[in-house]
């Protein structure tokens, strides 16, 4: 293997694992104040045609992305106004979230499907991706606030009675969340795949959700989790091309069942359950109760 | 007494002009977008060719992103609850579930593409997308540099399997020492993956990606790389005009126009329909002239005329298996049986087919 090689597979791995390196990461912020957002997809589909039609109209890449980050802003405040204040539950508001998402952006993008643009290096948002992740690292766990966020997931009861506002906190994380997962959904329409297809994020927010629970709600393992699941990705299709005889499916797979037994090991420990997930995850915040 | 006839006349022409002039419903189940600009577009363009062709006397209905799932079932069934008389369904995955639906409504007519079992309504019909590969294969002969193909598969079924070995056998016979480098991805859609597979096949060397995936993220990839590359199942020479040779095209609207006129007359019987070049179902793009030697572009056409007239045939013997054993005679053709069940590589194809 000759050094090229090896620098080739090494960008295409860091190519393609950083959307769900965002996508989990703003995830993981979301559920570490005790929200479970499983509109995932559809914030990312939605980031993905709203950057992509904007730089089609505009042909400005600042702008296309700013608009993805606003549209990701307004499609996690919308569900953040259902499950905060109109106490809905987290789980069907957040699979409605998805299934608006889908709709919504297959809707907004139907004229633009098909024109073509030019892509944007992908290396800022490369570099950026493992910024943020150290970044929301040092804010969780070197942080006052971070802190505080961490203790509104935790027992949003104590928080409030320290006399912290348990709505505003959870309201901040979640559209940080939204706007993350947008900016995935933008970084794949504009320099992945640069185009606008029907679905094109393919199941990579489903991925991003399982990554946070893979990663036991720890920064850097979301990181590690995401480059596990893009290296196998791209080293299976390297063996591949390379002619060895291997079982394609299982590697296909591979990152599927690696976090399902993760899912499983935990599980099985009550006490790791509770050292890892934020105990107030998915649990409604009465005030004044 | 004249009053009354009239009425009665009038009444009947109503009656039995109204019911006469009820069109039928045609439904279509999509495995993804219309907008993916391969698979499911070109069925779609097929669809409204067959809408212009019948005019009033039918409607026609699609769903689109359908999984190759249990999901599949409740889609062809929704359609045939709501009284549609013929329905295609149009991936290959979509076989067990055609045939359970089938079952229950025996007054409605299933077409499913690319399959190989029939029932008294369940008609198959397919395209001959082989014959396209053949003279891909052999424009990727002439015009690889590396001697190396890239080659983005998508599931392990004969259909694909087929249009590798094309593919294979022409690039051979021009450049014996020719290489195909094979990823299979497992999806029919998935730009990103699609686009990984393409950039790790030109990080190894590649100079020519071939798809048989949906999107033209592949082709995008190549026309960044700077290398060449084929479109699938539409023209997407737009998308990457420095990288697109050409497309093989499928061309549905006449085969869908004529189906459901049969059901609109009542003269619909199932069977298994396998059409090529010669009866228009397969067109390849025109030839990329910018990139493509004229005496190419020539003999990419002469062999177009050879697939119509039957004088070329992308299977004919010798060919052998990976394990060096003969499997079309010399001078003879492959049959179809073993085409439809093609489950291995030629000879001089690394790796295996996924099992």
Redesign the interface.
């Known amino acids: 293997m000759s050094i090229e090689?090896i620098i080739?597979?090494l960008e295409?791995i860091l190519?393609?694992t950083t959307?769900l390196v965002f996508a989990g990461i703003g995830e993981l912020v979301t559920e570490k104040s005790g929200v479970l957002n499983l509109g995932v997809e559809g914030m990312m589909l939605v980031g993905a045609v709203t950057a992509f039609v904007t730089l089609v109209i505009t042909g400005n890449y600042f702008f296309a992305f700013l608009i993805s980050i606003l549209s990701g802003v307004i499609m996690s405040g919308l569900f953040a106004i259902l499950v905060l204040f109109l106490m809905s539950n987290q789980i069907a508001t957040g699979l409605a979230l998805t299934i608006f998402g889908i709709g919504l952006s297959?809707m907004l993008?139907?004229e633009y499907?098909?024109t073509?643009i030019d892509?944007l290096s992908p290396w800022f948002f490369v570099i950026f991706s493992f910024v943020i992740v150290f970044f929301i690292s040092y804010f969780f766990y070197k942080t006052k606030m971070g802190l505080i966020l961490r203790a509104v997931g935790e027992s949003h009861n104590s928080a409030h009675a320290l006399g912290y506002s348990v709505i505003k906190i959870r309201f901040l994380s979640i559209l940080f969340g939204g706007s993350m997962c947008a900016l995935a959904g933008s970084y794949?329409s504009i320099c992945?795949?640069?185009?606008w297809?029907?679905?094109?994020?393919?199941?990579?927010g489903w991925i991003a959700l399982a990554l946070v629970v893979f990663a036991t709600w720890k920064p850097e393992r979301v990181l590690i989790g995401a480059y596990i699941f893009g290296g196998v990705?791209?080293l299976q299709?390297?063996l591949?091309?390379?002619?060895?005889?291997f079982?394609?499916?299982f590697f296909?797979m591979a990152p599927y069942i690696a976090t399902i037994v993760v899912l499983v090991l935990i599980s099985s420990n009550r006490l790791r359950i509770k050292l890892s997930a934020p105990a107030s995850l998915t649990i409604p915040f009465y005030k004044g109760r | 007494m004249i009053k009354f006839i009239t009425f009665i006349a009038t009444f009947l022409v109503f009656a039995f002009g109204s019911a006469k002039a009820e069109p039928k419903k045609v439904g279509f189940i999509y495995i993804g977008p219309p907008g993916d600009h391969g698979w499911t577009y070109m069925h779609d363009v097929g669809r409204k060719y067959m809408e212009s062709q019948l005019g009033d006397s039918i409607t026609s209905t699609y769903i689109e992103n359908v999984p190759e799932n249990a999901d599949a079932v409740r889609a062809i069934r929704k359609l045939a609850d709501s009284g549609h008389d013929l329905i295609f369904t149009t991936s290959f995955n979509y076989m067990d579930q055609t045939h359970e639906v089938a079952k229950d409504f025996p007054d409605v007519k299933f077409e499913h593409a690319t399959g190989y079992i029939q029932a008294d309504n369940v008609a198959t019909y397919s395209a001959r997308f082989y014959e396209g590969r053949m003279i891909e294969g052999h424009i990727a002969g002439h015009m690889s540099k590396t001697g190396t193909i890239g080659y983005i598969a998508s599931f392990p079924i004969p259909e694909v399997v087929r249009g590798i070995n094309a593919f294979y056998l022409a690039a051979a016979k021009v450049n014996p020492d020719i290489k195909m480098k094979i990823i299979w991805v497992f999806t029919w859609y998935d730009p990103g993956k699609e686009a990984d597979a393409a950039n790790t096949l030109i990080n190894q060397g590649a100079d020519i990606i071939v798809q048989h995936t949906d999107t033209y993220a592949p082709c995008q990839a190549a026309q960044k790389a700077g290398v060449f590359a084929f479109g699938q199942a539409s023209n997407q020479e737009e998308f990457c005009p420095d990288a697109h040779l050409t497309s093989i095209e499928d061309i549905w609207g006449p085969y869908y126009a004529d189906r459901a006129k049969a059901v609109v007359d009542g003269t619909w019987s199932s069977g298994d329909t396998w059409d090529g070049m010669d009866k228009g179902m397969v067109v390849m793009s025109p030839y990329n002239t910018k990139l493509m030697p004229a005496s190419l572009i020539q003999e990419a056409v002469n062999m177009e005329v050879g697939i119509k007239d039957g004088t070329l045939h992308p299977f004919t013997g010798p060919i052998y298996n990976q394990a060096g054993e003969l499997v079309v005679p010399d001078g003879e053709v492959a049959p179809d049986g073993m085409l439809l069940g093609m489950n291995f590589y030629v000879q001089g194809i690394d790796g295996e087919v996924p099992q």
């Open positions: 090689l080739g597979i295409i190519i393609a959307p297959s993008g139907k499907i098909g073509p892509g794949i992945y795949a640069p185009m297809q029907e679905g094109m994020t393919a199941g990579r990705t791209i299709m390297n591949q091309a390379l002619g060895l005889r079982p394609g499916q296909s």
